[in-house]
C-alpha cells in the first residue's frame, strides 16, 4: 500500500492532522495503539481564552481561537456525532481589585471576542461570587472521546487505521522514502504524544511530562455554565459534574492519588460550597508538555520526511486546530513553522 504521510497516533493530534489532510486529498495511514492510557482520552477537553491565577489571554489567544469552533464544527458534520460543546464560562473576582481591572478592560477591543458580561455583584447563589466575575464567550469543551472513537470508526471504515502499536525497528527509510510492514510513504509524522520519547529521532527533545487527575462527581447545581476559578466544574450532559485538573511532575506512574482527589475537593469547596454525594469516576493522564511549553512542530533536522507534530501539554482542544494547519503548510508546501514551534528552536536533537 503507498500513501503520502504515515501518522504514528491518534490521538486529538493525529485525529486532527489527518483529517486535514485527507481534505485536501491526501493518502494517509494511521497507527495507533487503542487502550493506552493517553492524554486525549482523559482530557476535559476545555478551550478557555482566559487563564491562569492571573487571569491573562491565553498565549496566542487571537489566532488560535478563530480555528477552534470551525473546526470541530466540521468534524461533527463529517462524522455525524455531537462533541463540540459551546459554553460561556464563568470566573468569579477574587477581590474587588480584581472587579475594578476587569471593568476597566471592558472598552478594550483586544477582549472584546471573548468577554459576555461582567458582573459587579454575586450571579450565582451556590457559588461563592461576593465580588461577581466575568463571563466568557468564544469558550466550551470537546467531548475528545466522542471524537476520537467517531473518527477512529471512519478511518477503519476506509482502511486508513492499524490498531497496533508501531514498532520503529521495521521503520526503513532512504531518499526514496519509508517502508513499515508493506506501507510505502513519502513522509512519516510522529503525532504519539510521550511516545515520541522512546522514538530514536526525538528521544532528546526536552519533553516535560505533567501528570493531571479529574474527578466525575455528583453535586445538585447544575448551571448551563462551565464555572473556573482554580478549578473548573462542567456540567456534563447526563447532569454529572466534571472538575479537574491537577498538575504534577512527579509521582507520574502512580494513577490516581488521594492527593490530588484532596486538592480537587478542597477548590471546588472554596468555588461551590455544596455537599458532594458521589464520586462517579477518578482518572489520570499524563500531558505530553514540553520545558518551554510551546508545541514541537517541524522536519527532523538530519532525517528529511521524518516530522513531529507534538508537545500540546495542556491546551490540545486550543492549539491543534491551528497549528494543524501550519504542519500541513511544511507538509505540503515545506513552509517552515514560526520559529517559536519549530523543532529547529533545538538545534541538532
Ligand atoms: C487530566 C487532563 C486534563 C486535560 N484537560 C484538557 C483540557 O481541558 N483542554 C485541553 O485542551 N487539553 C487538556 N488536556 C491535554 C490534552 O489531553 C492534550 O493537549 C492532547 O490531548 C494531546 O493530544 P496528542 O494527540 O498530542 O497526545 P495523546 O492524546 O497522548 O495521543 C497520542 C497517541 O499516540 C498513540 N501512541 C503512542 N505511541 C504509540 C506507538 N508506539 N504505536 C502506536 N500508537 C502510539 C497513543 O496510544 C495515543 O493514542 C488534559 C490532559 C489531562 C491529562
Not at 458532594?276 to 522536519?299: L, M
Request: charged fraction near 25%.
Amino acid at each position: 500500500m503507498e500513501v503520502d504521510f504515515l501518522l504514528i497516533g491518534q490521538g486529538l493530534a493525529g485525529t486532527i492532522l489527518s483529517h486535514r489532510l485527507l481534505q485536501l486529498g491526501k493518502k494517509v495511514m494511521v497507527i495507533d495503539l487503542p487502550n493506552a492510557n493517553q492524554s486525549s482520552r482523559i482530557a476535559a477537553g476545555l478551550y478557555n481564552p482566559i487563564t491562569g491565577k492571573k487571569m491573562v489571554k491565553t498565549w496566542n489567544a487571537d489566532l488560535l481561537f478563530p480555528e477552534i469552533e470551525p473546526l470541530y464544527f466540521q468534524l461533527e458534520g463529517l462524522l455525524g456525532t455531537k462533541f463540540l460543546y459551546k459554553k460561556n464560562i464563568y470566573r468569579p473576582f477574587l477581590n474587588i481589585e480584581e472587579q475594578n481591572e476587569w471593568m476597566g478592560k471592558t472598552g478594550d477591543p483586544g477582549f472584546e471576542p471573548y468577554f459576555e458580561e461582567i458582573f459587579s455583584k454575586e450571579l450565582f447563589p451556590e457559588v461563592i461570587n461576593p465580588f461577581g466575575g466575568i463571563l466568557l464567550k468564544n469558550s466550551g469543551y470537546v467531548d475528545i472521546n466522542a471524537l476520537l472513537d467517531a473518527y477512529s470508526a471512519y478511518l477503519k471504515n476506509r482502511n486508513l487505521l492499524l490498531e497496533e502499536e508501531f514498532e520503529e525497528e521495521f521503520l526503513e527509510g532512504d531518499r526514496d522514502g519509508f517502508r513499515y510492514k508493506g506501507i510505502s510513504a513519502k513522509g512519516i509524522v510522529y503525532c504519539n504524544g510521550l511516545g515520541a520519547m522512546k522514538s530514536r529521532y526525538f528521544s532528546n527533545l526536552p519533553f516535560a511530562p505533567v501528570k493531571g487527575e479529574i474527578l466525575d462527581l455528583v453535586q445538585r447545581f447544575h448551571p448551563d455554565e462551565i464555572i473556573n476559578r482554580g478549578v473548573f466544574r462542567i456540567t456534563l450532559p447526563n447532569g454529572n459534574l466534571r472538575v479537574g485538573s491537577t498538575y504534577t511532575w512527579h509521582d507520574l506512574d502512580q494513577g490516581p492519588t488521594e492527593n490530588a482527589k484532596n486538592e480537587l475537593l478542597e477548590k471546588l469547596e472554596k468555588l461551590v460550597p455544596e455537599e458532594v454525594s458521589a464520586i462517579q469516576s477518578h482518572r489520570f493522564g499524563i500531558r505530553p508538555a514540553t520545558k518551554d511549553r510551546k508545541p514541537i512542530i517541524g522536519e527532523h533536522p538530519d532525517f528529511p520526511g521524518v516530522y513531529i507534530f507534538n508537545g500540546f501539554g495542556a491546551k490540545g482542544v486550543s492549539l491543534i486546530p491551528y497549528y494543524s494547519n501550519m504542519m500541513v503548510e511544511m507538509l505540503l508546501s515545506s513552509h517552515q513553522p514560526e520559529k517559536e514551534v519549530n523543532i529547529a528552536r533545538f538545534g541538532k536533537t
